[in-house]
């Protein structure tokens, strides 16, 4: 691990300053991706910023009957909540599916929005990766393929995020609030937090340097049954092949979201409108325009089986 320096400030907005402030900077919170990620020297910030102190762990109701999740609220603590558990049980069942407990007692809810968008390729600083160092390539384009992305994907990268909790929160069109170096708050909604590749793979988010995330903020809850399914190659601690967080109402409408299939959360509102007529027919909007890779093809057919399970289980 490189050499680094390190504060701890007192507010939210001079944290944001301080990392602005600073080349190189990166905020710490629970460090379950950064740390990991420092001790590979696939990233070396030259400053961090260490918000715990910040009093960002709390969660609240909101005026409009919504919840208000702190940005340091762990996993762990987000998945017990009773209301999330009744109201918005597809977030609770999503980060369930995440890591292992003893990363979810330490990850946090805006660093599980902000773990990197990645693939093994990044990991090796021996290996190309437009994400790690940009212009240098993408191996993964003629290389193992078989967990990366179908859909959204472009030829600098086909990389897919990692995060469950990030899949939940796009079904239930989630806000995330941020205060930057001069104090300026902003909200962003879920669908356009995370960024597609195109050709700048190195940023996953469209937030700007040295902006904090300061929570979450979800929507009064939706009614029907809360459903997330999460296919992977084994049991705990994998990333998924194919994941589905679904709302279903009993009328069969409702909202779908798949992980596991791109460079972000995948929704396709204009397919949901095909949910009474089942998977087959949701799949077809959801996955169109995908470009799979020999190796990776499986995906979609997996992600139309699991869709149809998850219905099923739905319905039931």
């Excluded at 590979?40 to 102190?53: F, I, K, M, R, S």
């Excluded at 879920?190 to 597609?196: E, Q, V």
């Excluded at 994998?238 to 994941?243: C, H, P």
Aim: with cysteine; proline share 6%.
């Amino acid at each position: 691990m490189k050499p680094f320096t390190y504060e701890r400030p007192g507010t939210p907005a001079e944290a944001a300053a301080a990392a602005a402030s600073t080349p190189g900077a990166r905020f710490i919170a629970g460090g379950t991706n950064l740390l990991d990620l420092m001790k590979l020297q696939v990233e070396t910030p030259a400053h961090l910023v260490d918000v715990n102190g910040l009093g960002l762990d709390g969660i609240e109701p909101t005026p409009e009957g919504g919840l208000r999740i702190g940005a340091l609220v762990s996993n762990t603590d987000l998945a017990a909540d009773a209301r999330v558990r009744k109201d918005y049980a597809v977030l609770s069942r999503a980060l369930l599916a995440g890591a292992s407990g003893q990363l979810r007692n330490r990850a946090t809810t805006a660093g599980n929005l902000l773990q990197r968008t990645r693939c093994p390729y990044f990991y090796d600083t021996a290996q190309p990766c437009n994400k790690r160092r940009p212009g240098s390539g993408c191996a993964a384009l003629d290389g193992v393929s078989r967990q990366l992305a179908v859909v959204g994907s472009s030829e600098a990268c086909i990389a897919t995020n990692p995060s469950d909790m990030a899949v939940a929160m796009r079904i239930l069109d989630a806000t995330v609030e941020t205060v930057d170096a001069e104090g300026t708050r902003r909200r962003i909604g879920m669908a356009d937090f995370h960024r597609l590749p195109d050709e700048r793979p190195e940023l996953d988010t469209t937030l700007r340097p040295g902006e904090l995330v300061t929570a979450v903020t979800l929507p009064k809850p939706l009614g029907g049954a809360h459903v997330y399914r999460k296919v992977r190659d084994r049991a705990s601690y994998a990333f998924a092949l194919v994941s589905v967080a679904a709302v279903v109402r009993p009328d069969g409408t409702g909202r779908v979201a798949f992980g596991g299939l791109a460079h972000k959360p995948w929704r396709v509102e204009a397919a949901e409108a095909d949910l009474p007529r089942g998977a087959r027919a949701v799949a077809e909007g959801v996955l169109a325009g995908a470009r799979p890779t020999h190796e990776n093809a499986f995906k979609l057919k997996l992600a139309e089986r699991t869709l149809g399970a998850v219905l099923h289980q739905a319905r039931a």
